[in-house]
């Protein structure tokens, strides 16, 4: 089994900054991509930015040049920086997380989400 911890959700006011964690724990051999992906009320989950674990990142176009995503391969920790944040960018937020585990089986794990609320 792995586990996924998040942290750093909150009400922030339009324009403020938020910086999301994500810790991965457990019977991990090893972790492929990371990601954060989002949900808000009525919608599907869509993806935020994922990041591999090489460094290649990739950013859906609403947040590009306002979140930065980035990884400690070290901490198995994934974290999102959030910058500049807008009522739309109200949504709970899902960690991800996909590799294989001890017994090189492949894994794709979910955090249990943490709420972000952007609004003055």
């Known amino acids: 089994q792995v586990q996924l911890m998040e942290s750093g959700g909150g009400l922030v006011q339009p324009g403020g900054s938020l910086r999301l964690s994500c810790a991965a724990s457990?019977?991990?051999?090893?972790?492929?991509?990371m990601g954060w992906y989002r949900q808000a009320p009525g919608k599907e989950r869509e993806l935020v930015a994922a990041i591999a674990s090489g460094g290649n990142t990739d950013y859906a176009d609403s947040v590009k040049g306002r979140f930065t995503i980035s990884r400690d391969n070290a901490k198995n920790t994934v974290y999102l920086q959030m910058n500049s944040l807008k009522p739309e960018d109200t949504a709970v937020y899902y960690c991800?997380?996909?590799?294989?585990?001890?017994?090189?089986?492949?894994?794709?794990?979910w955090g249990q989400g943490t709420q972000v609320t952007v609004s003055s």
């Open positions: 991800n997380a996909n590799g294989r585990d001890y017994w090189l089986s492949s894994y794709n794990y």
């Open positions: 457990g019977s991990i051999f090893s972790i492929n991509a």
